[in-house]
């Protein structure tokens, strides 16, 4: 239909509206589709203990090209080893690449962003730090509600703001914990502490 509608037709631009709203709903409805998925404890059954360091080595790979077009550096900081972490390595991926990327989207040309793992007295920690404009000491704690967007400069970020809440899920999921803070560069810091503590099967 709107292949055949006339550019210069009126009802043009009130076609493009309605297909556009008709794709913002759909893609909020299949992002709580996704929640509603990742809360059912039944997920857990599939976890399987893995190293970490492949799975930050694969992430850093796959956003290089990403952070390069934006002209700026991503970099990556691990040890030679860090204690293994049990869950589902898709999952991880999935939200460890939505912070990566949200870090990178929002960092200007010449910033940096780091991906580092650190050993935290025996367990992984997971960091993503950037030299971004950061999320607001006031916003944080609010930043992982389901489509809660924070409000940069009067025009709204971050998609649908179901990407983050997807993320809680996912990291509710395996027990873990993640905190958002400042970095040293004075942007933003999320910290994902990879001890273990999962909540027994309801």
């Known amino acids: 239909i709107q292949q055949q509608a006339d550019e210069d037709a009126p009802h043009a631009l009130q076609l493009d509206a309605a297909i556009a709203e008709t794709d913002t709903l759909m893609a909020r409805f299949r992002g709580l589709l996704r929640i509603s998925e990742l809360e059912d404890h039944q997920r857990r059954s599939g976890f399987l203990v893995l190293d970490p360091l492949p799975l930050l080595q694969e992430l850093h790979d796959f956003y290089l090209p990403l952070a390069e077009e934006g002209e700026m550096e991503l970099l990556l900081q691990v040890p030679d080893s860090l204690p293994w972490i049990t869950g589902d390595r898709a999952l991880l991926f999935e939200a460890l690449a939505n912070l990566l990327s949200n870090s990178i989207k929002f960092t200007p ?94």
Do not use: W
């Open 109 to 202: 040309p010449g910033g940096e962003v780091i991906l580092r793992g650190v050993n935290d007295a025996g367990s992984t920690r997971i960091e993503v730090l950037d030299s971004g404009p950061g999320i607001p000491a006031a916003e944080r704690a609010a930043v992982f509600q389901r489509f809660y967007r924070v409000d940069e400069g009067n025009q709204q970020q971050g998609g649908f703001g179901l990407g983050l809440s997807i993320v809680a899920a996912i990291i509710n999921l395996h027990g873990f914990k993640l905190e958002v803070g400042s970095s040293e560069r004075g942007g933003a810091k999320l910290i994902l502490e990879c001890r273990q503590q999962l909540m027994p099967e309801a």
